[in-house]
């Protein structure tokens, strides 16, 4: 395993580190965030829409959002999809922009989500796990054909636990940022 193997390794990781990351932004904290409806995906058009790319999304108070859609004879759909999300948000609409209220969150949801983050980032960890596993049997199968020496094996062994490890930190340290979020009263 090169240079090259070892950068290709590490923006793998970096991937995985970046999914999460959009994930965990995903998850409900008591302030409204228009990221909260990245996954909301409206049906217009003959098809199925993601919401951001039908309105403009705001976020004017701590505990609002406006969505102003572009096209307004959407609103109705918008609304629609908003109400069947699994947001728990109850939007209202005056014809032209549909407010979200974002409740304050009870100490039991705050637990939940809290329980939610943790599962995203372990499948995070996960995934950065099974890369590495790849690299290391790559590694491993390069020393059994002869291609490089034992003690490059594990030299290289070591620089591939090097980036893993400094990717879970990250995950870590994600984790750690969104559960205080979450717990903020």
Not at 12 to 37: N, Y
Not at 89 to 114: C, F, H, M, Q, Y
């Amino acid at each position: 395993m090169e240079g090259s193997d070892l950068k290709e390794v590490s923006a793998h990781m970096d991937k995985s580190v970046e999914a999460i990351r959009h994930e965990l932004g995903t998850v409900r904290t008591g302030k409204a965030s228009p990221s909260l409806l990245d996954l909301v995906k409206v049906e217009a058009y003959g098809q199925q829409m993601p919401l951001n790319q039908m309105a403009t999304i705001s976020a004017p108070e701590p505990r609002l959002l406006v969505v102003s859609p572009y096209d307004p004879s959407q609103v109705a759909g918008i609304e629609k999809a908003l109400l069947t999300s699994d947001l728990g948000l109850t939007p209202s609409n005056d014809g032209k922009v549909i407010r979200l209220p974002i409740p304050a969150l009870t100490e039991e949801r705050r637990k939940e989500l809290v329980r939610v983050t943790h599962k995203i980032a372990e499948e995070g960890r996960i995934a950065i796990r099974n890369i590495r596993h790849e690299a290391n049997k790559k590694v491993q199968a390069s020393r059994k054909s002869g291609e490089v020496s034992e003690d490059e094996m594990h030299r290289q062994l070591k620089e591939i636990q090097d980036v893993t490890d400094r990717h879970i930190k990250v995950i870590d340290e994600m984790l750690e940022r969104k559960e205080k979020e979450v717990m903020e009263v």
